[in-house]
């Protein structure tokens, strides 16, 4: 167990939505990133928060935004879905120049 | 511009056949680089940080060192249960320590008994 929640597992919604990912790191961490993995991709950068700011932007496309929250846990909001939304999302924390540790994912599937 | 390159992308290997997997990187200013573990549809697991060049870190069948341009993740006598995708990443340099992760794209380990 890596001490980085993210909720829900599985997630199944249909194309247009708009869905709701959340993650708590690990306790203490400041920094919280979100990847995403599309089926046999690697890990794909979306944004980085550390304390509740942004840190740092990938390619995160502009239907989808995050945000930070005073208790230091993350949503990641994603909508007017499309099927190519269809991922692994993960989020990490990290503190310092530490290693980060992963959550065990939400499968995203749109339909 | 790709920034971490790990090779091979796939490698097979027998049970016992020892090899080592490679990870090349261009970030200035390293500060880490890090070795995790990925199965299939789970998160990736931490396995080691490397900071500094010459240094080395081990566990159990697995061994990473580190260079200032590359980084290696050597396999001693695999076993069927070390397939996974093995990821490096780096931690970019600004903003001070917080920097961001990248990854690169895996090597893609199968041990066949």
């Known amino acids: 167990d890596s001490g980085v929640t993210q909720t829900p597992k599985h997630l199944i919604t249909a194309t247009g939505q708009r869905v709701t990912l959340r993650c708590s790191p690990r306790s203490g961490d400041l920094s919280v990133y979100w990847y995403q993995q599309s089926l046999d991709q690697g890990l794909q950068f979306l944004i980085q928060y550390y304390n509740g700011e942004e840190r740092a932007k990938g390619n995160i496309l502009e239907r989808f935004s995050a945000q930070q929250f005073p208790d230091l846990h993350s949503e990641l909001n994603l909508s007017s879905l499309e099927l190519g939304d269809s991922a692994l999302y993960f989020c990490?924390?990290?503190?310092?120049?530490?290693?980060?540790?992963f959550g065990q994912g939400t499968r995203l599937t749109v339909v | 511009e790709d920034q971490v390159t790990q090779s091979p992308e796939a490698l097979r290997l027998q049970e016992g056949e020892s090899s080592s997997l490679n990870c090349s990187y261009t970030?200035?200013?390293?500060?880490?680089l890090f070795w995790y573990r990925q199965d299939p549809g789970k998160g990736p697991e931490f396995l080691f940080t490397l900071y500094s060049a010459g240094e080395e870190k081990e566990k159990e069948r697995l061994k990473a060192t580190l260079t200032k341009k590359e980084s290696f993740l050597h396999i001693t006598a695999p076993k069927p249960e070390d397939s996974a995708t093995y990821l490096c990443a780096v931690r970019e340099n600004y903003g001070g320590s917080q920097g961001n992760l990248i990854f690169g794209k895996g090597t893609k380990l199968s041990v066949k008994p």
């Open positions: 990490a924390s990290s503190t310092g120049s530490a290693e980060a540790f």
């Open positions: 970030v200035s200013g390293l500060r880490g």
